[in-house]
């Protein structure tokens, strides 16, 4: 998770980033291709990631597939933060929604802080951050020793419910206060982390959403 230094009762924006600030893509599938393209990624790792995907399919579901990132297992953290800013230069950047830094531009001058909440990768989060010029951002954070990447992840994984958890853990203390804050996501999944501020916005929603912004009375925008 990213060290963030909200103050007492501050103002938030929290935006998603697949489906939200990029549309119709997933920036860590995107940097997965992107991996196997370069080799960096190699045949052993994606037989790896296989044989732990096909094992914790009769286990688990859901979000505890998505948990798996052994196919970066053994690389170097250094590696992967140089590679990303790669990736995000030539593949991810051009897929930025201009409607969604305009509202990131606009929430910042009128006091808001910006805060970036995703589950795609540490380091293709930080690269969001600095094109959006967002104050925070929190993403999946993977457990490393001695600078490998072990494969797992530390701390909790920012996806579904795992968003509502992150927020309300930014709130305690009086830090934040979510009711007169924003939150920007576009997947039903979402609703439990946008139902815990004031002013949830539907941004390119999936049906489920879209119908339950309806029922609500809550925004709905498009980013293009």
């Known amino acids: 998770m990213g060290n963030l230094q909200c103050g007492s009762m501050e103002k938030v924006a929290i935006f998603d980033i697949d489906g939200t600030l990029i549309k119709d893509i997933s920036s860590e599938r995107v940097f997965f ?69 305009d509202e990131i531009d606009r929430l910042k001058q009128e006091g808001y802080r910006i805060i970036l909440l995703t589950g795609t990768l540490d380091p293709i989060m930080e690269c969001f951050k600095s094109y959006c010029s967002a104050d925070d951002g929190i993403g999946t954070t993977l457990e490393m020793a001695d600078g490998n990447i072990t494969g797992r992840i530390d701390g909790i994984y920012a996806y579904h419910l795992g968003k509502a958890d992150i927020v309300r853990k930014l709130s305690e203390n009086g830090r934040i206060d979510l009711a007169n804050s924003y939150a920007f996501a576009n997947e039903s999944i979402d609703v439990d982390f946008m139902e815990l501020v004031g002013n949830p916005v539907a941004v390119n929603p999936d049906p489920l959403l879209k119908e339950h912004a309806l029922k609500e009375d809550w925004r709905i925008v498009e980013f293009k």
Do not use: M, Q
């Open 33 to 101: 291709r992107y991996l196997l393209r370069n080799r960096i990624v190699t045949f052993k790792d994606l037989l790896r990631y296989a044989g732990l995907f096909l094992k914790k399919l009769f286990l688990f579901k859901g979000v505890y597939l998505r948990r798996n990132k052994s196919y970066i297992r053994g690389k170097r953290y250094e590696l992967l933060v140089a590679e990303a800013r790669k990736c995000f230069e030539e593949e991810l950047s051009p897929h930025i929604s201009k409607s969604g830094t």
